[in-house]
């Protein structure tokens, strides 16, 4: 019988996700930094319009652009002349899951199926778990979901205890563990006990899925208002729907949209602590993955990560808990739309964007999910007053993540803050040159860590020179 | 009181001890055990707080300690925050 203990099966980890993905990362690496990420993308062997098609099958993709006229509206009257950009919200909760996730999910379990494996697996507390066992409901695999669910207490954050529910009705059998990063762990011992394919978050199959987002925004906008979107707002967690939207917005050509992500700061929370698991008011779209992730992408549960965030952000705005609670309530008593959290904290910042953006402009939020009992801003607010968080009306900028949460007497004292980009990219290189030294660095090496964070080799060359 | 095979329960067991933990977590979660619960079909006549088997939803056989009988789910939208009912009134 095989060895189980964490060590024994960490150690197995590379031929476990080779077994269970087919894919040979290794025909891809170059150096302990590097890799071929295009021919890597474009091998999964779908072209977007296989992607379209595959996902039409399985209700996803589609889904309506609305113009949030009245947020609009109470945006521009806290405006300067002239300002306060149209603010568009893409309508995912349509999908079938209820998230722009099932798009994540789709490729997965179609390649899973081609390929003959009897089930998926997926390890996440989020949406994609939804995502996935719907998807896998739809191409009759066995699903099995992997999430972090309760404290040491038993007690669950509300939210995923929603998960768990959405995915034992799409027929998943769903594992709930207690708070740590040894999911990874389950998730391995998982792939190997079933030898079920592993529809991870991070492979290509999940970010080409979203690449389809990215392609209806394009066209929807130029449709209706003839012209390119000039920003796109993307809630930004383990960079997958970011560089996904991105990669479909480039291939419809629209090389001058800004790509905006955004996160809730979480600041000071340990994102493994069992005392700060239910201390935290989102599960995800939060600076605690959001930071990590974009500044060191290959901390997955896969050799390379197809998500790569810094290679396509330009901009990385940062909103309080009490910001976008305080919006989603305005969106839905303004626009008649009860949405979940994820999609209204990119809101949040799109209205802090559109603010100082022209008023013949365009920004657009890029999804919204479902809401529900636990899914839902008030049930978070109360869970936190129940955790002994503080929670109050006044000024934004008094919001502590884990000790308070400030919802804003007005539109006005939404603004958000700026997260600086080169902060975020010197910390990507020290992360790279921990892992390669850099007098080992390649000129090959340089040209893919350029590439990687929307720079070129010679500011590379020069931040490197800076960091030492 | 005997729970009848073939009832949906939830069982809990422990995946990891403290000391088999991954290295380096925050000292809190480091003292707890690595806890797993799952619901399924109970495969033998049993009572609350035997070791136990159960069937899930995809037929695969777990072990456990079981712990709920018909388990369900109570979350909900909490007690309301009146805090919010404020935003976006036309108040004066």
């Known amino acids: 019988m095989r060895d189980t203990s964490y060590a024994a099966v960490l150690s197995r980890k590379n031929e476990i996700m080779k077994a269970s993905l087919g894919i040979d990362f290794d025909a891809y690496v170059s150096s302990p930094v590097a890799f071929d990420y295009e021919r890597m993308m474009s091998e999964t062997g779908y072209a977007l319009d296989d992607i379209v098609r595959i996902q039409s099958e399985t209700k996803v993709g589609g889904t309506p652009l609305h113009e949030l006229t009245r947020l609009t509206e109470a945006v521009r009257a806290t405006a300067g002349p002239g300002k306060g950009a149209r603010i568009l919200v893409k309508d995912e909760a349509a999908n079938a899951s209820g998230s722009f996730k099932a798009r994540r999910a789709s490729i997965s379990a179609y390649e899973a199926k081609k390929r003959g ?295 006005e004292q939404v603004r958000g803050r700026v997260q600086e980009m080169d902060k975020l990219r010197l910390s990507y290189l020290k992360n790279a040159a921990k892992l390669h030294p850099v007098e080992k660095w390649t000129d090959g090496d340089v040209a893919f860590l350029a590439a990687d964070l929307k720079k070129d080799p010679a500011w590379v060359r020069q931040a490197v020179a800076n960091l030492a | 009181m005997s729970v009848a095979r073939g009832t949906w329960v939830e069982i809990e067991a422990t995946v990891l001890q403290p000391s088999e933990r991954a290295p380096g977590l925050p000292e809190d979660t480091a003292r707890t055990p690595y806890v797993l619960r799952l619901s399924g079909f109970l495969e033998e006549d049993a009572e609350v707080g035997q070791e136990v088997r159960v069937k899930s939803l995809i037929g695969r056989t777990h072990r456990g300690v079981l712990r709920l009988v018909n388990p369900g789910y109570d979350h909900s939208f909490g007690a309301t925050v009146p805090e919010l009912l404020h935003i976006g009134l036309r108040e004066s």
Not at chain 1, 141 to 155: A, P, T
Not at chain 1, 389 to 396: A, K
Request: aromatic residues 8%.
């Open chain 1, 117 to 411: 494996y009897a089930g998926v697996i997926a390890a996440t507390s989020g949406n994609y778990g939804a995502g996935v066992a719907s998807q896998a409901a739809m191409r009759d695999l066995k699903c099995i979901i992997l999430q972090e669910v309760f404290d040491s207490r038993g007690v669950g954050q509300p939210e995923i205890v929603e998960k768990s529910r959405a995915c034992e009705a799409y027929g998943a059998e769903v594992q709930r563990l207690s708070v740590g990063p040894e999911l990874f762990y389950v998730l391995l011992r998982t792939l190997e006990e079933t030898g079920f394919f592993n529809a991870s978050l991070y492979t290509p199959f999940g970010i080409r899925g979203v690449e389809t987002l990215g392609v209806e925004i394009a066209r929807q906008v130029r449709e209706r208002y003839g012209k390119d979107p000039d920003a796109v707002v993307i809630t930004h967690a383990g960079g997958g729907n970011l560089t996904g939207t991105a990669r479909g917005l480039l291939a419809e050509g629209c090389d001058g949209t800004r790509i905006v992500a955004c996160s809730v700061d979480l600041a000071g929370l340990h994102m493994a602590s069992d005392t700060d698991f239910n201390r935290k008011s989102f599960t995800t779209g939060h600076t605690g993955f959001g930071v990590p992730f974009a500044t060191w992408p290959d901390r997955v549960d896969v050799p390379r990560n197809a998500a790569r965030s810094l290679r396509y952000m330009d901009e990385y705005q940062l909103v309080s808990q009490g910001e976008v609670f305080y919006v989603t309530e305005l969106m839905t008593k303004l626009e008649g739309l009860e949405r979940g959290p994820a999609g209204n904290t990119s809101l949040t910042a799109a209205v802090t964007l559109a603010r100082q953006m022209d008023r013949d402009q365009v920004v657009v939020v890029q999804e919204t999910e479902y809401t529900g009992a636990g899914k839902h801003h008030n049930r978070q607010l109360s869970f936190a007053r129940e955790n002994g968080i503080e929670v109050r009306v006044g000024d934004p900028a008094d919001n502590v993540p884990g000790k308070t949460i400030v919802l804003p007497e007005r539109l």
